[in-house]
């Protein structure tokens, strides 16, 4: 699940850009977690809309970190 709060970003061409961009990080980061079945919610709590290749990293980094804890 990937949500982005409204509160933060009014306009919803914007938080379904956020959207987009997290759910392409998940695809391209997936591997990482394994073969493992995980609920996963993502929650967008940044203030302002940031590059892709930054939602990639820490998208990435959220993932490893999963991994190491299961």
Do not use: C, W
């Not at 961009?21 to 073969?35: D, F, I, S, T, W």
């Not at 990435?60 to 299961?70: C, I, R, S, Y």
Request: net charge positive.
């Amino acid at each position: 699940m990937f949500s982005v709060p409204k509160k933060r970003f009014k306009s919803a061409v914007t938080r379904n850009r956020i959207k987009r961009q997290m759910r392409e990080a998940y695809r391209l980061n997936k591997h990482r977690v394994g073969a493992k079945a995980y609920n996963i919610a993502l929650i967008y709590t940044a203030d302002k809309q940031l590059p892709s290749s930054i939602i990639h990293k820490r998208v990435g980094k959220l993932l490893d970190k999963l991994n190491t804890l299961a």
